[in-house]
């Protein structure tokens, strides 16, 4: 976006916030065989399930020997592949909410935790100047609070909804360099040569204002000071971006109404449950105030023949000109819905199906189309410098929004908010791929996509953003850099909107080319794509479930690559391609195609993770390994093979490693891979990975696996284990199975990977 453009594509969210669209165009291989869809929506967790899985949190915490004043609040569950659940565990100190401290957990059927990402600030457990502040009780009121922050927004606005204060622990945060970086110049720096540590925590209000004033939405969320009233920091919340309907910017195209009476509506019913109509969506607004813009009620008309195609010149609202608007914004919402449910099995914006609507014809010559999380509902301009905001791009970057807030709730400021800004760019080019294709099948196409944001409602025809060479706007960087967090989100997003260019279409070596990049060094010096299937796959995957509120560009990159490393294999051509696209935006160094993890990528820890050299390396019930029938290896020849006796027995295997204090980074993975004769719901026999001490106390648990779990094939399981760094950890594995029907725990490729 040129600086002096005034637009502002927006989503309006309670919690969090962002903006604008963006595109892709790729070389789909389409889904592959085993990849695993999201579950149907989930309840609510009960009050008793929640307590269960803190109870479990905590004893794990206990268990490391952390004392009592730490502990966990569950803010939210959404469903993860079938069988499992995801829950946001957010950490408390002393009752307090740490801000940007949480866990997200991945639970099976039977509730056990089978993985968990975590995001630590609690002061005590992470380096810090000051690990608790001096005096917990605040000098300020909640009122007090409020009251500063509207002050510094908009002192004349008005609240379109009630504005909250939430006392909490805010970490102060400094960036600071690995040792291995100790010397490298500035410019030279790579986003995995800096780390962001706990300077010191603050009691501060985490106030959320959603006000209006002179026709402009402000929503602010604001982290005052609670012994001072001083602003400790504070970012935007806005974030901008079967009848026939004549669309203005695809043609004749099918959208899915309803109807009543004598009357068709704008409703469809097929698509999500509840929400405020009981189905999708689409309400005439009516040239309500976008200070308070109110939705109006559905479209109606009396034939199932709407719009005439053309550019809202100002007249009704509800004549075919008028209808036109709501043509473009249902035939979105539809794709936009269809798009997630059909590839990925996520129903919604929330995963639970829930309905959402879209209201058109807001205020008069509005450039700007927004989601309110407050209402999962998005609202649409008619546009003056641009034409009509109801591209499809835009609405499924707008609804993307909403699949952020339900899921890892960037925080909408510093890198977090750009990578926030840049799954709805991604999200809003994967509909348009699959959109532009006929909006059917179960994959994302290769083709459709334009990689430019909003080209179709720009008047002058120049797109907002270029996903493929972000620099083009003029203000957005190609890359990462040391001051990326200090950027506008919608500038912050750049790199790792081209990160997913060069991870679905890949790259050219020709430097005058918009789709080189300097970084990528090894061979080919052209990066091979994976396409916009596999691309949208893996990083859908690392969003909901692995990313925290406080994910940045380094932390993005290792959950990007454990999801491709569990969907398609530790040194698949997808994991590779992963590394090279990060490597390309300068998070990572670059490696060889055909390497794997060679190039001076990775340093591996484990000795004879393959089994291939026997029992080296291993200690316990090293039985177990070995070349057996009945079951295969996962790569070679040799795997472990414990359990699978259908009598009483317990085993283990171990090995002890020791993590480099200077390693950006540790990531364990393994195949592993669960058959059994149980096919209960009831985990009756169990494999449980920890990370142990030099005294073998339990440091960390890390999963347990049961026959509830037995699925053919192998499961790739990843694990971050940075916290571990510069210490000298053991890798346990036991088993215990009872006396009744057997379950096998086939192991295979163990490997811990410093970086």
Known sequence: MKPHTPLLITRITTPVAACIAMAAMATSAGAQPGIQLMAAPIAPPSQQESAGLVSKLTALERSRGIPADYSFRISGQHPGVVGQKI???????????????????????????VSSSVSDRRPGLVPSAAA???????????????????RSVSPRGVHRWTPSAELLLYPIMKTVRVASAAGKPEAELNALDVQEVVERHELAYYVQTRMAQDGKPYYYD??????????????????TAIGQGKSQYNGVVPISTSQSGAMFQMLDATRGTGGKFGGMAITNANHSSSNNPNPGSVYTNSTNDWGDGLQYTGGSTTDANGQTAAVNALWGLM?????????????????????????????????????????????????????????????????????????????????????????SDIGGDMVEAYARAGGTGNVVPATGNDWMTGKEISKSGEPLRWMYKPSKDGSSPDAWNSSLKNLDVHYSSGPNNRMFYFLSQG???????????????????????????KAYRIWFKALTTKFTSSTNYADARNKVLASAQELYGA???????????????????????????????????????????????????????GSLPGQPAHEGTRFAWMGGKGRKTTQTLSQAVTIPAEAASAELSFALHVDSADTTDTAHDTLTVTVRGSLGRVLRTLST??????????????????????????????????????????LDKVSLLAK
């Open 705 to 746: 696996y049961s026959n509830v779990d037995a699925a053919d094939g192998y499961k790739i399981r990843s694990f971050d284990l940075s916290e571990f760094k510069g210490r000298q950890v053991t890798l346990h594995f036991a088993m215990r199975e009872n006396a009744s029907l057997k379950t096998s725990f086939v």
């Open 132 to 150: 608790t502040p001096v005096d917990m009780t605040p000098a300020l009121t909640s009122e007090q609070a409020i009251d500063v922050a509207v």
């Open 87 to 113: 829950t946001r565990a957010q950490h408390t100190f002393k009752g307090l909410r740490v801000f940007g401290s949480e866990s997200v957990v991945v639970t099976n059927s039977a509730g056990e935790i």
């Open 507 to 533: 790259s050219n070596a020709d430097p005058a080319s918009d789709y080189y990049s300097k970084y990528l060094v090894k061979q080919p010096a052209a990066m091979s794509g994976i396409g916009n299937d």
């Open 335 to 423: 794709n936009t819905y269809d798009t997630n449910k059909n590839v990925l099995g996520w129903q919604s914006l929330d995963g639970n199906n829930t309905s959402t609507y879209i209201a058109v014809h807001v205020d008069k010559d509005y450039d700007n189309a927004f989601y309110d999380d407050s209402c999962r509902c998005m609202y649409i301009g008619d546009g003056s410098f641009f034409y009509s905001l109801g591209s499809i791009d835009v609405i499924g970057h707008e609804m993307s929004h909403g699949v952020t807030a339900a899921t890892a709730d960037l925080v909408y400021a510093g890198e977090s908010g750009g990578l926030n800004e840049s799954n």
């Open 222 to 239: 604001t982290v005052v000071n609670a012994k001072t009233g001083a602003i400790i920091a504070q970012w935007q919340a806005l974030q």
């Open 571 to 625: 040194n698949s051509k997808e994991a590779i391609a992963v590394k090279r696209a990060y490597a390309a935006i300068n998070v990572g160094a670059d490696i060889d195609e055909s390497g794997g993890d060679g190039g001076g990528d990775a340093t591996e820890l484990v000795v004879n993770g393959g089994f291939e050299d026997g029992t080296s390396g291993w200690r316990g019930t090293t039985s177990t390994i």
